[in-house]
Nanobody
């Protein structure tokens, strides 16, 4: 498994932007697909975005398509999520995940970070 640490969350006004980062430990980062999920209070964890091990493929939840962009720099063992045009409904704890998964289903993802809070005020 790989250890993951998220950063970059915070409080932002609606329409604003944030960039989340997820730093991974270990030498096999480039072998893993990476994903972002989020969980709002009282709700189940939901898929946000995923990127393949090479960075050549990405896909997004319909709710964030066109606003969020996932990317990775394998040389830095880091995956990013640029979030633009944020809405109050984007408020949640955002989790980074790693695995041989590339799926919107959270179950196949083997490693998870501790999460970072994103709060969007109206």
């Amino acid at each position: 498994q790989v250890q993951l640490v998220e950063s970059g969350g915070g409080l932002v006004q609606a329409g604003g932007s944030l960039r989340l980062s997820c730093a991974a430990s270990g030498r096999t980062f480039s072998a893993y697909d990476m994903g972002w999920f989020r969980q709002a209070p009282g709700k189940e964890r939901e898929f946000v975005a995923a990127i393949s091990w090479s960075g050549g493929s990405t896909f997004y939840a319909d709710s964030v398509k066109g606003r969020f962009t996932i990317s990775r720099v394998n040389a830095k063992n880091t995956v990013y999520q640029q979030m633009n045009s944020l809405k109050p409904e984007d408020t949640a704890v955002y989790y980074c995940a790693a695995g041989v998964a590339y799926s919107s289903d959270p179950r196949p993802w083997g490693s998870w970070g501790q999460g970072t809070q994103v709060t969007v005020s109206s």
